[in-house]
């Protein structure tokens, strides 16, 4: 089978070259099968700057779509972390606050639909009851603003406390009450907080817009290669089946110093994933439901 469960499967851009093109990091994806890319706006100043790039930057950025035919459908805004918008400090609250809302934007823009928001109500600081409420008041107000502007805004799980299960986001998410704030799972950070369970992933079934799809290991959720970590696919993609979940996939990855090598792997991990999908599928491509029925994709 070509698609994972009939799902758009995009590559995050830090899984390529940092000093590639918009041009080759776009055709390198799609030549290594993917549907769309996942752009990064991190804690860098290279890439907060980039919601803040003018019309004639993001014309450019939206040409090279164009050229190679290949969309960035996803931003991964993990540059709240720097600029927490659970934080005390009111100016480093209110920069957050406004780089959410220039990521919304800078979304509308270039045709961005998910806009992947940090759980953290603070990061390097210390978490207390009233960063968490700061934190819920301001997730109202980007909330908001999103809706204003059609894009979707969705609380990646992390590996704190806050959010480190689907149903933990859904509370916040239910307190919003606003179809333009949803969850994006990632099934690395799930699994290695020791929260990947069926029943998690289906208390927000009807909010799941996008997964993250890495391995990890306990007690490090990063830079490990598919298949050497803890995190079960197969399990994994049989519930996804089982939910007839039918968003957007991301295969989170990050490139070495190794160039070539690094090009080469987001194809092999592509295969990786692809291979566990169809394993779930079984040989007759057919998976059993809660309620006793079977279907056949």
């Known amino acids: 089978m070509t698609r994972i469960n009939g799902c758009l499967l995009g590559l995050y851009e830090k899984a390529l070259p940092a ?9 390198a994806a799609k030549k290594a099968g993917y549907d769309f890319l996942e752009i990064s706006i991190d804690e860098s100043d290279e890439k907060l700057a980039r919601v803040k790039w003018t019309p004639e930057q993001r014309d450019e950025l939206v040409a090279a779509v164009r050229r190679q035919r290949m969309p960035i459908l996803t931003m991964c805004l993990s540059g709240n972390r720097r600029f ?5 400090d009111e100016e480093v609250r209110g920069t957050g606050i406004q780089l959410i809302r220039d990521a919304v934007d800078f979304s509308l823009d270039v045709g961005i639909r998910i806009v992947q928001l940090a759980g953290y109500d603070e990061y390097y600081g210390t ?10 008041a301001a997730l109202n107000e980007v909330t908001e603003y999103a809706a204003s502007r059609g894009v979707v805004l969705a609380i990646e799980t992390m590996d704190t406390n806050l959010m480190d299960s689907i149903s933990k986001v859904m509370r916040y998410i239910r307190r919003v009450g606003a179809p333009y704030l949803n969850v994006y799972p990632d099934v690395g950070n799930l699994t290695s907080m020791g929260r990947n369970s ?3 992933f289906k208390s927000g079934r009807d909010h ?9 290991i306990p007690g490090k959720t990063r830079d490990i290669p598919y298949g050497q970590g803890t ?9 996804l089946r089982q939910m007839r979940y039918r968003g957007l996939l ?7 110093d190794d160039r070539e090598a690094s090009i080469e792997y987001v194809a092999q991990a592509r295969e990786f994933l692809l291979a566990k999908y169809n394993d779930a599928c079984g040989p007759h491509h057919s998976v059993t439901f809660d309620q006793g029925t079977a279907v056949n994709q």
């Open 19 to 27: 000093d590639m093109t918009w041009d080759e990091r776009l055709k």
């Open 84 to 88: 927490p918008i659970g934080s005390e």
């Open 127 to 136: 978490p207390n009851a009233k960063t968490r409420a700061l934190f819920g």
């Open 198 to 200: 069926a029943r998690d």
């Open 208 to 216: 799941i817009v996008a997964i993250h799809l890495k391995d990890t």
């Open 231 to 239: 995190v079960d696919f197969v399990r994994f993609f049989k519930l």
């Open 250 to 256: 991301v295969a989170e990855m990050w490139a070495t």
